[in-house]
Nanobody, 125 residues
Framework: QVQLVESGGGLVQAGGSLRLSCAASGRTFSPYSMGWFRQAPGKEREFVAA????????TYADSVRPRFTISRDNAKNTVYLRMNSLKPEDTAVYYC??????????????????WGQGTQVTVSS
C-alpha cells in the first residue's frame, strides 16, 4: 500500500509564496504520474498540476499557470508544488495524488489511485 503525506501548507499574505511537499512511502513506488488537486469550501475538487514520474512532463490548470511549478525528486519519492504570487482564491485544501498506470488524462481526480490527507493553504488579502 502506498501512503502519501503532504506538508508545507499554512497562512500567507496575497503575493506570497509557499512550497508544498508530498512524500510517498510504502511498497516499491513507481507511479505513472503524480498530481496536485485542491478543494475550497463549498466547491468541487479541482486539478492543479501533474507531473509524469519518468520524463518529468508537466501539465497545469490555466488558473495557476505560470505562478505554480510542480517538480519531483525520484530518489526521495517526493513531489513538490511551488506556489508564487498567491491569491486569496488559491485558498483551499491541497491534496497530492498518484496514479500507477497509463491513463488518458491526468486532470481527472477519478484516475488517481492514492491520495494524501491534504494540507490547508490560506491566502489572506
Amino acid at each position: 500500500q502506498v501512503q502519501l503525506v503532504e506538508s508545507g501548507g499554512g497562512l500567507v499574505q496575497a503575493g506570497g509564496s509557499l512550497r508544498l511537499s508530498c512524500a510517498a512511502s510504502g511498497r516499491t513506488f513507481s507511479p505513472y504520474s503524480m498530481g496536485w488537486f485542491r478543494q475550497a469550501p463549498g466547491k468541487e475538487r479541482e486539478f492543479v498540476a501533474a507531473i509524469r514520474w519518468t520524463g518529468g512532463i508537466t501539465t497545469y490548470a490555466d488558473s495557476v499557470r505560470p505562478r505554480f511549478t510542480i517538480s519531483r525528486d525520484n530518489a526521495k519519492n517526493t513531489v513538490y508544488l511551488r506556489m508564487n504570487s498567491l491569491k486569496p482564491e488559491d485558498t483551499a485544501v491541497y491534496y497530492c495524488a498518484a496514479v500507477s498506470r497509463l491513463v488518458g488524462t491526468l486532470r481527472s481526480a477519478n484516475v488517481y489511485d492514492y491520495w494524501g490527507q491534504g494540507t490547508q493553504v490560506t491566502v489572506s488579502s
